[in-house]
């Protein structure tokens, strides 16, 4: 059974950095596309950062310049390093495995972790 977990999220005064970690297990990690969404209360849920499993990544524009995806694939792991955090980015982030992309649009897959709360104070 897929297993995905987050950790790392917590509170951080605005213009200050966070780093979450994403570990799956029970799938063959190299071969996924690897994602992080996010939910703020009210809102759809939205794609932040998404990596293949070659390293080729995607963001946001609203995180551009500002968030970071990576991987270690050996580990399993995928990364989201946030930095300027902004009150806007408050939500709960959602590790996801198998997007899929289709020129501008994407799918999410079908796993997902359990979510971690990322609340910026102003």
């Known amino acids: 059974q897929v297993q995905l977990v987050e950790s790392g999220g917590g509170l951080v005064q605005a213009g200050g950095s966070l780093r979450l970690s994403c570990t799956a297990s029970?799938?063959?990690?190299?071969?996924?596309?690897m994602g992080w969404y996010r939910q703020a209360p009210g809102k759809q849920r939205e794609l932040v950062a998404a990596i293949s499993g070659v390293g080729f990544t995607h963001y946001a524009d609203s995180v551009k310049g500002r968030f970071t995806i990576s991987r270690d694939n050996p580990k399993s792991t995928v990364y989201l390093q946030m930095s300027s955090l902004k009150s806007e980015d408050t939500a709960v982030y959602y590790c996801?495995?198998?997007?899929?992309?289709?020129?501008?649009?994407?799918?999410?897959?079908?796993?997902w972790g359990q979510g971690t709360q990322v609340t910026v104070s102003s």
């Open positions: 029970g799938s063959i990690f190299s071969d996924n596309t």
């Open positions: 996801n495995q198998g997007l899929r992309n289709y020129g501008s649009y994407w799918t999410a897959g079908s796993r």
